[in-house]
């Protein structure tokens, strides 16, 4: 427990500023007089940097080992962030939003090899759930926090003081956490074999299940890519909340997430027998069928603040919930020593969805003239890709190899 807990911390530092930017875009909109299209282009832009390099900080976390991975990933994210408070067009921010993902793609890999190889075989899901509490404890204070500093000194400065903050909370990570304390940095750093890297996704991709996860993480992605973008401002323009219960909502929809992943990773490990295919199965049917219910119904049941945090929490309990069993469904079918490519390659597919829908979902409610139909496109999306995969993908084990 200890372990993972010290594991959380690069999460809390990447996931408070990152979360806390995107609720801080409706000053942004005003600022830069800026359509709901091209909000979405920040996420696009941030998850083109992650997943363009993802398949390659994997490998160098293989490599190098987890603390001195995570580390370079901190710095790189804190310090990219906190240029945004110096840039004079959003044009500036969509540029630096690509150094922020390369950050985040160094730190994912880091975190999970380091978890995935010190977990029981029987408890993978749970631990890597309890270690991904980082993210939601992160993203609720960013989220909740950075709007109503935003409000008072301006959304550059707040944004600036959350990056500093990350930078604080990765030194104290190094500081903690040293080489050696874990299997992962003292057996694995430069263990892994001569294959180039050609060779090590090739493999992979050819693993029976691995293709499968991967095409779910795609559609999954896309639609945590879209809540994180456009959740505060549906919540602002659709529904007419303000700027504070709109960041409340993203708040608590990072709650939600926190919750949900150890609690799916338990059911994974305990309810489904370490069945993580059904265990996928089950939560992306849960996840379509929540956004398909916000679009239809949105307006009706989220008439006050208090309706706005149930939904969000309960959106965010599937939405973001799901990532833990991901992430070691994927590991599982690697390998213990491709654990680094394995993750930055899965990655690649999720963050490919993430980056190409947010632009697409804001252009639908561009024409629209609201979010109804963007919200039901994407349950629906997720609803055939989850079928498919359970139709069709084989059933894979959980032992590492």
């Not at 370079?72 to 969509?94: D, K, N, Q, T």
């Not at 749970?126 to 270690?131: A, E, Q």
């Not at 909370?169 to 050696?180: H, L, N, P, T």
Request: proline content about 4%.
């Amino acid at each position: 427990m200890p372990l993972l807990l010290v594991l959380s911390l690069p999460y809390v530092a990447t996931t408070l500023p990152t979360q806390g930017f995107l609720a801080a875009l409706p000053f942004l909109r005003e600022e830069f007089v800026l359509s709901r299209t091209e909000l979405g282009y920040y996420s696009t832009f941030y998850f083109v940097g992650a997943t363009v390099s993802g398949i390659y900080t994997g490998r160098i976390v293989d490599q190098i080992g987890v603390r001195a991975g995570i580390f370079l990933g901190i710095v790189v994210l804190g310090l990219s962030m906190f240029l945004y408070g110096f840039a004079p067009a959003y044009a500036v921010i969509l540029i630096l939003a690509l150094l922020t993902g390369l950050g985040l793609s160094v730190v994912t890999p880091g975190v999970n090899k380091g978890v995935i190889l010190e977990a029981p075989p029987g408890q993978r899901a749970v631990s890597i759930g309890i270690m991904q509490v980082g993210i939601g404890v992160g993203g609720f204070v960013g989220a909740s926090a950075i709007p109503i500093l935003a409000g008072m000194i301006g959304w550059r400065l707040a944004v600036q003081m959350a990056a500093l903050l990350a930078l604080i909370v990765g030194g104290i990570f190094v500081y903690i956490y040293r080489d050696g304390t874990s299997r992962a940095d003292s057996v694995k750093v430069g263990a892994l074999p001569v294959y180039s890297l050609k060779d090590n996704v090739t493999s992979l991709l050819r693993t029976p299940g691995f293709l499968w996860v991967c095409c779910l993480g795609l559609a999954l992605g896309a639609g945590a890519g879209t809540v994180s973008s456009h959740f505060a401002v549906f919540l602002t323009e659709d529904l007419g909340m303000s700027a504070a219960v709109a960041g409340f909502g993203l708040a608590m929809f990072q709650v939600g997430g926190t919750v949900g992943r150890p609690v799916w990773g338990f059911k994974s490990d305990r309810l489904f027998l370490h069945d993580r295919r059904k265990t996928l199965f089950v939560v992306s049917t849960v996840i379509g069928s929540l956004y398909i219910i916000m679009g239809l119904f949105g307006p009706l049941l989220m008439v006050n603040s208090f309706t706005v945090v149930v939904a969000a929490f309960i959106v965010g309990y599937a939405g973001f919930g799901y990532f833990g069993v991901y992430s070691v469904t994927v590991a599982e079918i690697a390998g213990s020593e491709n654990i680094g490519v394995a993750t930055g390659l899965a990655l690649f597919f999720g963050r490919t969805g993430v980056f190409t829908m947010p632009p697409i979902f804001g252009y639908i409610a561009d024409l629209t003239g609201n979010y109804t139909i963007s919200w039901s496109v994407t349950g629906v999306i997720i609803l055939l890709v989850a079928t498919a995969f359970y139709l069709w993908s084989p059933h894979f084990g959980d032992p590492l190899s």
